[in-house]
């Protein structure tokens, strides 16, 4: 089991960039499949990206390709997402979240979850 923990969020203005990191405690971290999802106010959660275990695998949501790049650290038991020209309209929640079977875009394949970091981007 793994317990992820983000961290990394805070304000920008449009056009600017953060990277959000997420730290899985426990020892099969590299055998997880782990994946990021956003949540605005009033809005459904989100998928914006995710890895396969190998680091191999990639995908990314349509709003954000090609501005954001998903990836892994296994030594420091680490997945990041670098944001790059941020729009108001990325500002959400981002949780980390990972899974055992599959990295794909329902948050129902994701077994376990942070607790969030709020990103916001100013206009």
Not at 91 to 105: D, E
């Amino acid at each position: 089991q793994v317990q992820p923990v983000e961290s990394g969020g805070g304000l920008v203005q449009a056009g600017g960039s953060l990277r959000l990191s997420c730290a899985a405690s426990g020892r099969t971290f590299s055998s997880y499949n782990m994946g990021w999802f956003r949540q605005a106010p009033g809005k459904e959660r989100e998928f914006v990206a995710s890895i396969s275990w190998s680091g191999y695998g990639k995908y990314y949501s349509d709003s954000v390709k090609g501005r954001f790049t998903i990836s892994r650290d296994t030594a420091k038991n680490t997945v990041y997402l670098q944001m790059n020209s941020l729009r108001p309209e990325d500002t959400a929640v981002y949780y980390c979240a990972a899974a055992r079977k599959s990295y794909g875009s329902s948050w129902t394949e994701y077994e376990y979850w942070g607790q969030g970091t709020q990103v916001t981007v100013s206009s």
